[in-house]
T-cell receptor
């Protein structure tokens, strides 16, 4: 089945610095790559997603890059703020006829120090 | 639009009991996926329903089951509870649950199940 590796597991940065989280996946048929942010005690919230026909997508301070050849994609957060502190999960879909299934990475605990 | 809702938010059960969790998707969304979240295993896919039919199933024992109603609301049931079933159970809804999971999934707040 699909395997998703996410690194690092924890990331500590100073306010204003950039943060980068990387995920690698195994299924070459995967073509949808969302990122979710989960604050303590809250639901996972979609923050950005990318489809395989695009190499990069940006939304204000958040960007995602995709390298389908190498089977990895990364989340970039610039000008980090304390409210960015949360657990971030990458996910990939299963290609083909697999419905409704996302496979998630193990998560990255991001701490932004004021 | 109102977001995905789940009831109850918290449950405490004892081993051997069974439990039913409920999920109401965003209005107009017809696909509901269920996930189990634990500190050790992370987020794991349980199953997906669309138009009252289970279209996909993860690697969980048969004690885990679900169903979907004509209004797209979904329930999941866990029978003969074990200590290891303690987890946050999340449901997520999407518009049509296209093949390959291309539809964006929106999560509910989850049901925190504790098995004693």
């Amino acid at each position: 089945g699909e395997n998703v590796e996410q690194h690092p597991s924890t990331l500590s940065v100073q306010e204003g610095d950039s943060a980068v989280i990387k995920c690698t996946y195994s299924d070459s048929a995967s073509n949808y790559f969302p990122w979710y942010k989960q604050e303590l005690g809250k639901r996972p919230q979609l923050i950005i997603d990318i489809r395989s026909n695009v190499g990069e997508k940006k939304d204000q301070r958040i960007a995602v890059t995709l390298n389908k050849t190498a089977k990895h994609f990364s989340l970039h957060i610039t000008e980090t703020q304390p409210e960015d502190s949360a657990v971030y999960f990458c996910a990939v879909n299963a290609g083909g006829t697999s419905y409704g299934k996302l496979t998630f990475g193990q998560g990255t605990i991001l701490t932004v120090h004021p | 639009k109102a977001g995905v809702t789940q009831t109850p938010r918290y449950l405490i059960k004892t081993r051997g009991q069974q439990v039913t969790l409920s999920c109401s998707p965003i209005s107009g969304h017809r696909s509901v996926s269920w996930y189990q979240q634990t500190p050790g295993q992370g987020l794991q896919f349980l199953f997906e329903y669309f138009s009252e039919t289970q279209r996909n199933k993860g690697n969980f024992p048969g004690r885990f089951s679900g169903r979907q109603f004509s209004n797209s609301r979904s329930e999941m049931n866990v029978s003969t509870l074990e200590l290891g079933d303690s987890a946050l159970y999340l449901c997520a809804s999407s518009l049509a649950g296209l093949a390959g999971g291309l539809n964006t999934q929106y999560f509910g707040p989850g049901t925190r199940l504790t098995v004693l």
